[in-house]
């Protein structure tokens, strides 16, 4: 097995959370080969025409992300994951961690119809890109993600971040959505934010700025933990295919970024 192909037990973990097999005409291809095929292409950053042919044809690879990703299929595995991590306790709740990280967009992601303000690109210091912003449970394995413009502050999606990511759970009317605690570094230490996460009940471990007084009973020991959202970040870019945006529209930026997180909670 090439390491760019779906493993074993990661394919155990998937089997039972794709669609079923049901083509309309022709016989519907094998989902194994054909997620794998997607899986090099996440990996690798390569076109989608140089597809090894072991994956089987690249139109059919492309075609198949491209409806997968139109009908939200990507997002309704990566929430049963979520169910099932949640339901298992591996789901930590006790804190939440918040980081932002901006990605360079390649030129070809420029140019899509109706102008790219819609498709979570713009121009910072750092260039031409998109900013990531993320939310990462206890244990550092991904939550939530909201896309912006490179030149986007974090604090304006925090309250965002904090309204996806829900979890259903069995026996009670309401899904899970809010941490006991949220964690974050100085980008989010603003009174409008301090005052949305008090009125929810989330505790708030946010160092204030030098303009804002000194922090009363800050734990830094807990903020040390804050590094497990920055290795989360590297973890994402070590997927070259999110590492450089190449995508025009944000819905296939956002496809890979959750095909991503399918495969560390796997």
């Not at 920055?230 to 496809?255: C, G, H, P, W």
Request: aromatic share 10%; glycine share 10%; charged share 25%.
């Amino acid at each position: 097995m090439w390491r760019e192909e779906i493993s074993d037990d990661q394919w155990q973990h998937l089997a039972l959370l794709l669609p079923p097999q049901v083509g309309l005409g022709r016989p519907y291809l094998d989902h194994r080969p054909i997620i794998s095929g997607i899986i090099w292409v996440l990996r690798t950053g390569a076109p989608w025409r140089d597809v090894p042919e072991r994956f089987g044809k690249w139109t059919t690879i492309h075609s198949r992300f491209r409806r997968w990703t139109a009908k939200g299929i990507w997002q309704i595995m990566f929430a049963e994951l979520l169910r099932q991590a949640d339901l298992s306790g591996q789901l930590n709740w006790s804190k939440h961690f918040v980081d932002g990280t901006v990605v360079r967009a390649h030129q070809c992601a420029s140019g899509a119809r109706g102008g790219q303000e819609g498709e979570a690109l713009g121009r910072s210091r750092g260039g031409f890109g998109t900013k990531i912003h993320l939310r990462a449970e206890g244990n550092g394995l991904p939550v939530a993600f909201v896309l912006s413009g490179g030149e986007r502050h974090e604090a304006k999606f925090l309250q965002p971040l904090l309204e996806i990511g829900s979890v259903n759970r069995p026996g009670r009317p309401r899904p899970r959505i809010r941490p006991h605690r949220v964690v974050g570094d100085k980008g989010y230490s603003y009174p409008g934010i301090r005052k949305y996460l008090h009125a929810r009940g989330i505790r708030i471990t946010i160092p204030r700025r030098k303009d804002q007084g000194p922090d009363i009973c800050f734990n830094n020991a807990l903020y040390r933990e804050r590094n497990k959202v920055e290795r989360l970040v590297n973890r994402f870019k070590n997927f070259r295919r999110i590492a450089t945006r190449y995508d025009k529209r944000a819905v296939s930026y956002q496809a890979w970024l959750t095909i991503a997180s399918i495969l560390m909670w796997c």
